[in-house]
């Protein structure tokens, strides 16, 4: 297992959860992807800029599993490490409930980068997350 190279804590609110008062499922991709473009700002990079410039990370594939619910209020960590196969970025994030460490939420997230609408490697994206592979 890699070790974790960035980590944000967040707070579930009240209108993410569903009837059964746990987080709906698909705010877990939201709180996921709000990790991935804080780690980004992180290495000096701005989605927005990039995009604008042609060059746009996109999600190509996730495995996702669901283990402890996390409930209205609670606070929670999100980790993540990367890896790189080829063309693809790989990002493992987990996500933990703060308060007692049990693991709430595992994902394998797999980016490719379009450059002007192809498929191709960013030099940008390379050269940032490089310290972190």
């Not at 473009?37 to 604008?52: D, I, N, P, R, T």
């Not at 402890?68 to 890896?83: G, H, K, M, V």
Request: aromatic letters at 14%; a negative charge; one cysteine or more.
């Amino acid at each position: 297992m890699r070790k974790y190279v960035f980590e944000t804590r967040m707070e579930v609110r009240d209108y993410e959860c569903d009837i059964e008062g746990i987080v709906n499922n698909a705010n877990y991709l939201h709180y996921a992807e709000h990790t991935r473009h804080l780690f980004l700002k992180e290495c000096g990079l701005s989605f927005a800029e990039m995009h604008s410039r042609g060059i746009d990370a996109v999600v190509a594939r996730m495995e996702l599993q669901y283990k402890t619910p996390l409930r209205c209020d609670d606070e929670f960590i999100s980790r993540l490490w990367l890896e790189k196969d080829a063309f693809k970025y790989i990002f493992h994030q987990d996500i933990y409930r703060a308060g007692d460490e049990a693991i709430c939420f595992k994902a394998k997230v797999m980016l490719v980068c379009l450059i002007d609408g192809r498929l191709g490697e960013s030099e940008e994206y390379d050269k940032a997350f490089a310290p972190y592979l």
